[in-house]
């Protein structure tokens, strides 16, 4: 059943953080990735973490929730991990028993062991902050966190409002179209579809069925919803005035003076701890 | 094909902290043979009900990867779950689900929107063909699908050919009903099969469905907000509310209870309305709420006095 | 003031004969409850899209408040007093907040901030929404939709508020709540109406009724008019109201009740029947 996806990733609590304005959480997020990039110890990669951690406890997101979202990724993780594991230029190559454990291009060295704790460290880390982003903000928001943040594009005569106003129908209309796709899906279903069984040919052939009216569906819906735009005096000019308006509280001054602390914090890291890179 | 549940329960996104129970612990019984409504507020289980009569929405003992409980200590089993539509049992995995759809026809809101093929005649001939066990000869083909568009009242010379979408919505619904009816179910269900018809295509869309009832497919169950549809057409009606049965009667007892399905906020038909009100002005008119009896008897209630008012 | 005037409009698809109109003529008088009937494909869903210049007329004349529909320059001053519901309620908002939707209207005007919010207010309050302003469409029933889809029409500010078959595709409980919304809104805030339905019971609340097929206006007059000639309204795939359905039946098998339209009324009328044969 289609209805046991959630749509988007956001768990609807009140918090610290699911209070902050969406820029200030995007921009909040643009600064932690580039901390996590510039640290070039463990050192500078606990402070990160450390703010995270803050982060999450701040969120009241319950832990298991976050790491879910490392389950999508969890065979990329891998495969990074054992790239680097084999085939990492280190020097000092790891002995077992009397073993070393080099055969041909594969090199398993106590560097490439060190440098892939750090790799995965990072990646951990990059992939728990984005998703507490979009766990704590709802997609609305995080649009119009976007496009508030495109608007100096406006002066290069990027039309950032009809790009909003894109993305706002389009995550408008995607409750609608997986109800949609559900129903059609369990109507050719009665008729006999099989989806479950057949070879690939077989299976691709069940989705016309499905793709068909659906594409139809969406095309009608798109026609209405115009034609309910135009009814309600939309033409597409830039004298539009804007209801929604995203301000800055106290809460976003906390979060950029963190930002900017974390930032030097791991430069100043660097620069007296030592590099392993 | 009787169909018959007992104990039925469905919690949709089980396990999340977003859980809805669509159903609770419902009883219901359909006879072969009835024209079965139901009727009940959106939300309140009806269409999860529907859905699970041919398999659309499978019991968690018939997925796939069903492990049944382990019971610990002292704890009492839950009250089996039954349902079985006809030789169908619906809570095995090992049931054929496809054969059963080809026995139990679902017609779901709106049809015409899931109306896909290039003519009208592959679209209706695509049910047919789906559940087929080996291929059949384009003569049986032609047949069938010429029986279930004159059945629908459409003209098969005219229609077969054409695009289902350069038809009128009307005629679409039908295209659409003839590709469920065109491998003859059991069983027929639909889900407010005349929403959004005008009143003259209301009353013909129930002319066919009993026309099709009497002729060949034992038992019509169908979904209705409409409480004069209801009680002009059905032969025993189940009333859901909040994911329970609340009722299950014929129209004649059903109506009587006005409170109780006012307090579920539910409509009442004029022909309720009207004996309502004539009851509190001492006239007690017995009727079976179609309309045709209510004008009968009120005929016969005034003459009882001194003949011809 | 003449809120709207149809004068011998024509209008076709193309070779397709369906939703036509063939020399229609009317008018709406500011205030008015005006109900459109018709069976599906009659034209009656073209008279709205005409009359805020979404269709372009082929000949003939419309005025909406004075002012020509068939002149571009216009268009925008029409669409901002006529406001248009439509049929399908998944399908008339743009916003996935209640709030954001109903802003969209003004904001595409040019309303300032601060009255946008006062706007949302007043719409959401006439509608009887102003609880569910945070909510998300996806939430609410079919009623519950279209209520919000009404209020963000109303936010415009609209003086004629056109339903085409705004109730079509609702359950009994949302078509009433959309009809008593419409009612308030007729009587209490002024608001010309034009209900284009096909369900009879509904039009029984208008001051006018209209009746069209094949694309011509083939009947006007009160409710109670045209549902006295149930015969000529058969004609056109048009049937009685269910109480006008009973009282027809009852006077053909004798019994002498007078026409009647609403289940109070019929109940009195067999109440005369009886007290008069108890005499």
Redesign the interface.
């Known amino acids: 059943m289609l209805k046991d996806v959630t749509f988007g990733q956001y768990y609807p609590v009140k918090s610290f953080v699911h209070n902050c304005d969406p820029r200030i959480k995007i921009l909040f997020l643009i600064g932690f990735i580039v901390a996590v990039f510039l640290a070039s110890n463990f050192y500078g990669l606990a402070l990160c973490a450390a703010v995270l951690v803050i982060g999450i406890l701040c969120s009241r997101v319950p832990v298991q929730s976050i790491l879910r979202s490392i389950k999508g990724i969890l065979f990329l993780l891998a495969f990074t991990a054992i790239l680097n594991l084999f085939f990492y230029a280190g020097e000092t190559t790891v002995v077992i028993g009397e073993i070393p454990l080099q055969w041909g291009v594969v090199n398993i060295t106590y560097e490439g062991i060190y440098f892939m704790l750090f790799l995965m460290f990072r990646l951990f880390m990059l992939i728990l902050s984005s998703s507490l982003l979009t766990l704590t903000t709802t997609p609305v928001n995080l649009t119009d966190g976007i496009e508030s943040l495109l608007t100096p594009l406006k002066w290069l005569r990027f039309p950032v409002h009809v790009l909003a106003l894109v993305m706002s129908i389009a995550l408008r209309m995607i409750p609608s179209l997986m109800d949609e796709t559900d129903r059609i899906m369990n109507a050719q279903k009665a008729r006999g579809t099989d989806f479950e069984h057949g070879n690939i040919f077989k299976r691709v052939k069940a989705i016309v069925p499905i793709l068909i009216p659906l594409l139809i569906g969406a095309m009608r819906r798109a026609e209405e919803l115009g034609d309910a735009m135009d009814a309600r005096c939309y033409t597409g000019s830039e004298n539009r005035t804007k209801y929604k308006k995203l301000t800055f509280t106290w809460r976003d001054l906390i979060v950029f003076l963190l930002c900017a602390a974390l930032i030097a914090g791991v430069v100043l890291c660097n620069v007296y701890l030592g590099s392993i890179l | 094909m009787r169909i018959t549940a007992e104990h039925l329960n469905y919690t949709y996104n089980q396990a999340s902290e977003f859980a809805v129970h669509a159903l609770r612990d419902v009883n219901l019984t359909v006879e072969e043979g009835e024209f079965f409504g139901i009727i009940g507020h959106t939300g309140s289980g009806k269409s999860t009900f529907i859905q699970h009569l041919n398999g659309l929405i499978l019991l968690p003992s018939a997925q796939k990867k069903y492990k049944p409980k382990k019971l610990k200590k002292g704890e009492i089993a839950p009250p089996k779950t039954v349902l079985q539509v006809g030789e169908y049992d619906l809570t095995d995995k090992k049931t054929d689900f496809r054969k059963l759809r080809s026995k139990v026809g679902m017609v779901f809101q709106y049809p015409e929107y899931q109306l896909f093929a290039e003519t009208v005649f592959e679209d209706v001939a695509f049910g047919l063909k789906n559940f087929s066990e080996q291929p059949l000869s384009p003569e049986r083909i032609q047949t069938a699908v010429r029986q279930a568009l004159e059945t629908v009242g459409l003209n098969y010379a005219e229609v077969w050919d054409k695009s289902p979408f350069d038809l009128s919505g009307g005629q679409k619904r039908r295209v659409a009903i003839a590709g469920v009816i065109v491998t003859r179910p059991e069983v027929l269900v639909l889900d407010e099969p005349a929403a959004g018809l005008d009143p003259l295509g209301k009353q013909e869309l129930m002319a066919l469905l009993h026309e099709i009832h009497r002729s060949w497919c034992k038992t019509v169950i169908f979904v209705s907000h409409d409480m004069d549809e209801v009680a002009e057409n059905c032969t025993k009606v189940a009333v859901f509310s909040e994911g329970a049965v609340q009722f299950v009667l014929p129209p004649k007892e059903l109506f009587q209870k006005q409170a109780e399905l006012l307090s579920l906020g539910l409509d009442l038909p004029v022909t309720a309305k009207l004996v309502a009100l004539l009851k509190q002005k001492g006239i007690d008119i017995d009727c079976d709420f179609t309309k045709k009896d209510f004008i009968q008897k009120v005929q016969k209630y005034l003459q009882g006095g001194n003949g011809v008012c | 003031m003449q809120a709207l005037e149809f004068k011998n409009v024509n209008f076709s698809y193309g070779a397709q004969s369906?939703f036509s109109l063939n020399n229609v003529n009317f008018s709406v008088e500011e205030g008015e409850l005006v109900a459109v009937l018709g069976?599906?494909?009659s034209g009656k869903s073209t008279l709205a899209?005409l009359c805020?210049g979404?269709l372009k007329l082929k000949s003939g004349t419309i005025h909406v408040f004075g002012m020509d529909a068939s002149e571009d320059k216009n268009t925008?001053a029409i669409?901002?007093s006529?406001?248009?519901v439509?049929q399908?309620p998944?399908?008339?908002?743009?916003?996935?907040?209640v709030?954001?939707d109903v802003?969209?209207?003004?904001?595409?005007?040019?309303?300032?901030?601060k009255e946008?919010?006062e706007r949302?207010d007043f719409a959401l309050r006439a509608v009887g929404m102003e609880k569910y302003r945070h909510a998300t469409?996806?939430r609410l029933?079919?009623g519950q939709k279209q209520r919000i889809?009404i209020a963000?029409?109303l936010a415009?500010k609209p003086r004629i508020l056109i339903l085409d078959e705004s109730t079509?595709?609702l359950?009994?409980?949302g078509r009433k709540e959309i009809m008593d919304v419409v009612l308030k809104l007729n009587k209490e805030e002024k608001i010309t109406v034009l209900l284009i339905t096909?369900f009879?019971e509904e039009a029984l609340q208008a001051d006018r009724a209209i009746v069209m097929n094949k694309g011509e206006i083939v009947m006007q007059g009160t409710p109670q008019e045209i549902f006295s000639r149930s015969e000529e309204l058969e004609c056109y795939?048009?049937?009685l109201p269910?109480?006008g359905?009973?009282c027809k039946?009852?006077q053909a098998?004798?019994?002498?009740v007078g026409d009647c339209l609403k289940?109070?009324e019929?109940?009195e009328e067999?109440?005369r029947?009886?007290s008069?044969?108890?005499i």
Not at chain 3, 90 to 97: L, P, R
Not at chain 3, 103 to 113: D, H, L, M, Y
Not at chain 3, 253 to 256: H, L, P, Q
């Open positions: 369906d069976h599906n494909g899209r805020n979404l925008f669409r901002q006529v406001g248009v439509f399908n998944d399908n008339q908002m743009v916003a996935s907040t709030e954001d802003a969209f209207g003004p904001e595409n005007i040019g309303v300032e901030r946008i919010g949302i469409p996806a029933s079919g889809a963000g029409v415009i079509a595709m359950d009994p409980k096909h009879m795939g048009l049937t269910p109480v359905y009973i039946g009852l098998s004798g019994v002498s289940v109070q019929l109940a067999i109440e029947c009886a008069r044969q108890n």
